[in-house]
Nanobody, 115 residues
Framework: QVQLVESGGGLVQAGGSLRLSCAAS????????MGWYRQAPGKQRELVAT???????NYADSVKGRFTISRDNAKNTVYLQMNSLKPDDTAVYYC?????????WGQGTQVTVSS
C-alpha cells in the first residue's frame, strides 16, 4: 500500500504559476513511476505528466513547455511545476504511484485558473 498526499493547489490568475507536491508513504526507490493526472468538470480524467524511477519524463501535449515534473527521492516527493497557467488548466489534480503492480491515487488537489 502507498499513501499519497498532494498539496499546493489553489486559485491563480492566468499566466501565473503553481507548484504541486505529492508525498509518498514509501521510498521512491520502490516506486516504478509516478505521475499527475487531472479531471476538469464534465471531462474525463487525463494524463498530465509522468516520471519513471530512472527519471524519464512524459507530458501531455497540452502542457509541454509549461509544466515540469520532478522528484526528490530523499523526501519521497514528486512535484509538478506549472507555469503560464491557462483557464483550461482548471481541474482537480491527482498524484499516482505505480507500486508492485498496482496504481495508487492521491485524494486530489484543486487548481483553479481565473481569466
Amino acid at each position: 500500500q502507498v499513501q499519497l498526499v498532494e498539496s499546493g493547489g489553489g486559485l491563480v490568475q492566468a499566466g501565473g504559476s503553481l507548484r504541486l507536491s505529492c508525498a509518498a508513504s514509501v521510498s521512491m526507490f520502490s516506486i516504478d513511476a509516478m505521475g499527475w493526472y487531472r479531471q476538469a468538470p464534465g471531462k474525463q480524467r487525463e494524463l498530465v505528466a509522468t516520471i519513471t524511477k530512472g527519471g524519464s519524463t512524459n507530458y501531455a501535449d497540452s502542457v509541454k513547455g509549461r509544466f515540469t515534473i520532478s522528484r526528490d527521492n530523499a523526501k519521497n516527493t514528486v512535484y509538478l511545476q506549472m507555469n503560464s497557467l491557462k483557464p483550461d488548466d482548471t481541474a482537480v489534480y491527482y498524484c499516482t504511484a505505480d507500486y508492485w503492480g498496482g496504481r495508487y491515487w492521491g485524494q486530489g488537489t484543486q487548481v483553479t485558473v481565473s481569466s
